[in-house]
């Protein structure tokens, strides 16, 4: 008969603790239905994506990575960038389905308030009064404000990778100052960022 085994040795006293990763929750559709809503409810002058961070971290529902990841996708990806990014939070989250539910979310006041401001608007001769006008100028800077708190997440991100700023100055570079085509600038980006984060072979171990 075989000796009982040695239990493992104690970790030292100074050894330094880390903690376990939190779980990712999972949210339900009911749920993204309801947070989608609710951040199109306050996401005034383009601040959504903001918003959606907030939310999906918040209920640890993605981590700052995930959400950088998912929030460059929706950037390149043709249409509307707020409802691209809550496709693609909701397809992460729960498939197909879940995105189609956080569309839904996020479509639905802002078609609600349309319709409404519309419906009054038509009867009000030369549109909108001006104190109104004045009001919506001023918040435009506040617009600002929260959509860069929405690209914070993106530059960490940047931060961190090889050559991500080099990269980035060519991007802002070549469409904000040269005013060249979007897609072959993109075109170029994207492929120096795949052959400089292109797979490399691990090392034989001996």
């Known amino acids: 008969m075989s000796a009982p085994a040695a239990p493992p040795p104690a970790p030292p006293e100074d050894a330094p603790h880390h903690p376990p990763a939190p779980v990712p929750v999972t949210p339900t559709h009911s749920d993204l239905l309801r947070v989608f809503a609710g951040v199109a409810m306050v996401g005034i002058g383009g601040g959504l994506p903001a918003h959606m961070r907030r939310a999906a971290l918040g209920r640890a529902w993605m ?112 469409i904000g100052l040269l005013r060249l085509d979007l897609l072959p600038v993109l075109a170029v980006v994207v492929g120096a960022g795949l052959i400089l984060h292109r797979p490399r072979p691990e090392p034989e171990r001996p």
Do not use: H, K
């Open 63 to 174: 981590t700052e990575l995930d959400f950088a990841e998912t929030y460059t996708l929706a950037q390149l990806t043709p249409g509307p960038n707020a409802v691209n990014l809550a496709a693609m939070i909701g397809a992460r989250l729960r498939g197909w389905t879940g995105a189609l539910w956080a569309v839904v979310g996020v479509l639905t006041p802002g078609l609600i308030a349309m319709l409404a401001v519309t419906v009054v608007t038509l009867g009000l001769p030369g549109g909108l009064p001006a104190p109104l006008q004045s009001a919506l100028r001023g918040a435009a800077c506040a617009a600002l404000a929260v959509m860069l708190t929405a690209a914070l997440p993106v530059l960490r991100v940047v931060g961190g990778l090889r050559g991500g700023w080099v990269l980035a100055l060519v991007t802002f570079a070549g």
